[in-house]
Protein backbone atom coordinates (compact mmCIF):
# COMPACT_ATOMS: atom_id res chain seq x y z
CA UNK A 1 0.00 0.00 0.00
CA UNK A 2 1.45 3.30 -0.88
CA UNK A 3 0.31 5.66 2.53
CA UNK A 4 0.89 9.40 2.11
CA UNK A 5 0.92 11.65 5.14
CA UNK A 6 0.79 15.04 6.31
CA UNK A 7 3.62 16.39 8.43
CA UNK A 8 2.12 19.30 10.55
CA UNK A 9 -0.49 18.69 13.25
CA UNK A 10 -0.65 15.18 11.94
CA UNK A 11 3.08 13.85 13.08
CA UNK A 12 3.94 16.39 15.12
CA UNK A 13 2.67 19.00 17.41
CA UNK A 14 2.87 22.01 15.51
CA UNK A 15 0.25 23.81 16.43
CA UNK A 16 1.69 23.53 20.05
CA UNK A 17 5.12 24.30 19.89
CA UNK A 18 3.93 27.69 17.49
CA UNK A 19 1.65 28.64 20.88
CA UNK A 20 4.39 27.59 23.35
CA UNK A 21 6.57 29.97 20.99
CA UNK A 22 4.26 32.72 20.68
CA UNK A 23 3.69 32.42 24.73
CA UNK A 24 8.06 32.64 25.21
CA UNK A 25 8.08 35.81 23.37
CA UNK A 26 4.51 37.15 24.95
CA UNK A 27 2.48 37.77 21.76
CA UNK A 28 -1.18 37.38 21.89
CA UNK A 29 -2.10 37.93 18.72
CA UNK A 30 -0.94 39.10 15.09
CA UNK A 31 -2.15 42.83 14.49
CA UNK A 32 -1.17 41.93 10.85
CA UNK A 33 0.03 39.51 8.53
CA UNK A 34 3.88 41.53 8.57
CA UNK A 35 3.95 40.64 12.01
CA UNK A 36 2.98 36.93 11.28
CA UNK A 37 5.45 36.75 8.59
CA UNK A 38 8.33 38.06 10.83
CA UNK A 39 7.18 35.91 13.51
CA UNK A 40 7.50 33.10 11.62
CA UNK A 41 10.67 33.75 9.76
CA UNK A 42 12.58 34.57 12.93
CA UNK A 43 11.50 30.94 14.49
CA UNK A 44 10.44 28.35 11.99
CA UNK A 45 13.83 26.99 11.88
CA UNK A 46 14.22 26.28 15.32
CA UNK A 47 10.62 25.73 15.72
CA UNK A 48 11.01 22.63 13.39
CA UNK A 49 13.96 22.02 15.27
CA UNK A 50 12.23 21.07 18.65
CA UNK A 51 8.57 20.07 17.17
CA UNK A 52 7.23 16.91 19.77
CA UNK A 53 5.63 13.82 17.79
CA UNK A 54 2.14 12.68 18.60
CA UNK A 55 2.16 9.39 20.52
CA UNK A 56 3.14 6.31 18.89
CA UNK A 57 4.39 8.00 15.74
CA UNK A 58 7.76 6.67 15.13
CA UNK A 59 7.05 2.97 16.44
CA UNK A 60 3.86 3.17 14.63
CA UNK A 61 5.70 4.65 11.12
CA UNK A 62 8.15 2.04 11.41
CA UNK A 63 5.56 -0.88 11.66
CA UNK A 64 3.99 0.75 8.52
CA UNK A 65 6.98 1.00 6.41
CA UNK A 66 7.77 -2.69 6.37
CA UNK A 67 4.90 -3.91 4.02
CA UNK A 68 4.21 -0.05 2.76
CA UNK A 69 5.45 3.02 1.34
CA UNK A 70 5.50 5.90 3.34
CA UNK A 71 5.37 9.38 1.84
CA UNK A 72 5.61 12.82 3.25
CA UNK A 73 3.30 15.34 1.75
CA UNK A 74 3.39 18.64 3.27
CA UNK A 75 2.62 22.68 2.54
CA UNK A 76 5.61 23.37 4.06
CA UNK A 77 7.69 25.62 1.74
CA UNK A 78 10.95 28.09 1.87
CA UNK A 79 8.68 31.07 2.30
CA UNK A 80 9.34 32.15 5.88
CA UNK A 81 12.43 31.17 6.17
CA UNK A 82 14.59 29.83 3.04
CA UNK A 83 16.63 26.87 5.11
CA UNK A 84 12.62 25.18 5.99
CA UNK A 85 13.03 22.65 3.55
CA UNK A 86 16.40 21.61 4.90
CA UNK A 87 15.74 21.28 8.70
CA UNK A 88 12.54 19.60 7.81
CA UNK A 89 14.52 17.43 5.83
CA UNK A 90 17.06 17.26 8.58
CA UNK A 91 14.61 16.70 11.37
CA UNK A 92 13.16 13.67 9.99
CA UNK A 93 16.72 12.45 9.10
CA UNK A 94 17.80 12.66 12.57
CA UNK A 95 14.27 11.20 13.70
CA UNK A 96 14.88 8.08 11.33
CA UNK A 97 11.41 8.67 9.71
CA UNK A 98 11.33 5.38 7.04
CA UNK A 99 9.42 7.97 4.26
CA UNK A 100 10.43 7.03 0.86
CA UNK A 101 10.20 10.21 -0.90
CA UNK A 102 9.19 14.20 0.53
CA UNK A 103 6.78 16.53 -1.34
CA UNK A 104 6.93 20.36 -0.14
CA UNK A 105 4.58 23.10 -1.14
CA UNK A 106 1.64 20.48 -1.24
CA UNK A 107 -1.19 22.70 -1.08
CA UNK A 108 -5.15 21.83 -0.16
CA UNK A 109 -6.47 21.09 -3.57
CA UNK A 110 -2.34 20.31 -4.71
CA UNK A 111 -2.04 17.31 -2.46
CA UNK A 112 -4.87 16.06 -4.35
CA UNK A 113 -3.65 16.17 -6.92
CA UNK A 114 -0.10 14.46 -5.72
CA UNK A 115 -1.79 11.71 -4.46
CA UNK A 116 -3.28 10.75 -7.77
CA UNK A 117 0.12 11.46 -9.54
CA UNK A 118 2.04 8.99 -6.52
CA UNK A 119 -0.88 6.48 -6.83
CA UNK A 120 -1.53 6.61 -3.40
CA UNK A 121 -3.86 4.12 -1.65
CA UNK A 122 -4.16 5.71 1.28
CA UNK A 123 -4.07 9.96 2.85
CA UNK A 124 -3.95 11.03 6.49
CA UNK A 125 -4.31 14.51 7.00
CA UNK A 126 -5.40 16.94 10.09
CA UNK A 127 -7.26 19.39 7.78
CA UNK A 128 -10.60 18.64 6.80
CA UNK A 129 -10.21 20.52 2.88
CA UNK A 130 -7.09 18.49 2.18
CA UNK A 131 -9.09 15.33 3.16
CA UNK A 132 -12.07 15.87 1.32
CA UNK A 133 -10.37 16.92 -2.36
CA UNK A 134 -7.91 13.83 -1.75
CA UNK A 135 -10.95 11.69 -0.70
CA UNK A 136 -13.14 13.14 -4.52
CA UNK A 137 -10.42 11.34 -6.35
CA UNK A 138 -11.10 8.54 -5.44
CA UNK A 139 -8.33 7.81 -2.15
CA UNK A 140 -9.33 6.54 0.92
CA UNK A 141 -8.61 9.02 3.63
CA UNK A 142 -8.10 9.05 7.54
CA UNK A 143 -8.70 12.51 9.01
CA UNK A 144 -6.49 13.14 12.08
CA UNK A 145 -7.73 14.58 15.13
CA UNK A 146 -10.75 16.15 13.87
CA UNK A 147 -14.35 15.25 13.59
CA UNK A 148 -16.75 15.61 10.36
CA UNK A 149 -19.13 14.27 8.06
CA UNK A 150 -18.08 12.28 5.27
CA UNK A 151 -14.85 11.50 5.97
CA UNK A 152 -13.03 8.67 8.65
CA UNK A 153 -11.88 10.18 11.45
CA UNK A 154 -9.20 8.69 13.28
CA UNK A 155 -7.48 9.81 16.98
CA UNK A 156 -4.08 7.98 17.91
CA UNK A 157 -1.57 6.40 15.53
CA UNK A 158 -2.23 3.08 17.18
CA UNK A 159 -6.07 3.82 15.60
CA UNK A 160 -3.90 4.16 12.38
CA UNK A 161 -1.96 1.20 12.69
CA UNK A 162 -4.71 -1.02 13.41
CA UNK A 163 -6.43 0.96 10.49
CA UNK A 164 -4.23 -0.49 7.91
CA UNK A 165 -2.90 -3.68 9.63
CA UNK A 166 -6.96 -4.11 9.15
Not at 137 to 145: E, M, V, W, Y
Request: glycine share 2%; aromatic share 14%.
Amino acid sequence: MRIAIDFDDTIVRTSDKVKEYLNKYNIKEFNNLDEKYEFYKKYIDDITKNLDFFDDVVDVLSKLSTNNELYLITARSNYYSDSLKNSTIKFIKDNKLPFKEIHFECYEIGKAIKCEELNIDLFIDDYYTNCLEVSKKGIDTLLFKNEYDNLKTINSWQDILKYVEG
